[in-house]
T-cell receptor, first 110, second 113 residues
Framework: GQNIDQPTEMTATEGAIVQINCTYQ??????LFWYQQHAGEAPTFLSY????GLEEKGRFSSFLSRSKGYSYLLLKELQMKDSASYLCAVVPGGYQKVTFGTGTKLQVIP | DVKVTQSSRYLVKRTGEKVFLECVQD?????MFWYRQDPGLGLRLIYFSYDVKMKEKGDIPEGYSVSREKKERFSLILESASTNQTSMYLCASMEATGTDTQYFGPGTRLTVL
């Protein structure tokens, strides 16, 4: 079976840095996605990791450790508009059936 | 830009009604998906299709069926709607492999009374 764990909620201050963790146990692994979803809207793609290490994209970075079944999303210089849910999603052995975590709701406060 | 559209943003139906949710994508993607999203449960896969007339069950197919007669269109059907099918329904499309990102439609919030 597939199991993905993320914290349910986090709060961080505008201008700060926040790290959202994701741990997974899946039958096979072919990569991990991070999506952002604002309330009432569709998820949108943030990053995709398949190899170990850190991938940086502007204010957002994503890290993967395949041996530990662990990933994190790092958001720097937080802005109010970053208040959203962040979804971790794993591509297991069967390529089409991506499995999503329950998401982490991030609230950015002034 | 990829565009995925869904037929309705909000829908209210009565128990026992047959419900059709339509999804259309304009990027000639092979794969299309139907999810439902509920608080605390995240996105759960109902059905997906990897080609015209091809479909596979996801994690929660009970009470649902799907149709894909054309590549760009993927329909979700609730044969007899029940109150526990009240949810947000999201359609997505993706190119050939699972290592491509999925593009999501805006969602349909279905309420079954």
């Amino acid at each position: 079976g597939q199991n993905i764990d993320q914290p349910t909620e986090m709060t961080a201050t505008e201008g700060a840095i926040v790290q959202i963790n994701c741990t997974y146990q899946t039958s096979g692994f072919n990569g991990l996605f991070w999506y952002q979803q604002h309330a009432g809207e569709a998820p949108t793609f943030l990053s995709y990791n398949v190899l170990d290490g850190l991938e940086e994209k502007g204010r957002f970075s994503s890290f993967l450790s395949r041996s530990k079944g662990y990933s994190y999303l790092l958001l720097k210089e937080l802005q109010m508009k970053d208040s959203a849910s962040y979804l971790c999603a794993v591509v297991p052995g069967g390529y089409q059936k991506v499995t999503f975590g329950t998401g982490t709701k991030l609230q950015v406060i002034p | 830009d990829v565009k995925v559209t869904q037929s309705s943003r909000y829908l209210v139906k009565r128990t026992g009604e047959k419900v059709f949710l339509e999804c259309v994508q304009d990027m000639d993607h092979e794969n299309m998906f139907w999810y439902r999203q509920d608080p605390g449960l995240g996105l759960r896969l109902i059905y997906f299709s990897y080609d015209v007339k091809m479909k596979e069950k996801g994690d929660i197919p009970e009470g649902y069926s799907v149709s894909r007669e054309k590549k760009e269109r993927f329909s979700l059907i609730l044969e007899s709607a029940s109150t526990n099918q009240t949810s947000m329904y999201l359609c997505a499309s993706m190119e050939a492999t699972g290592t491509d990102t999925q593009y999501f439609g805006p969602g349909t919030r279905l309420t079954v009374l």
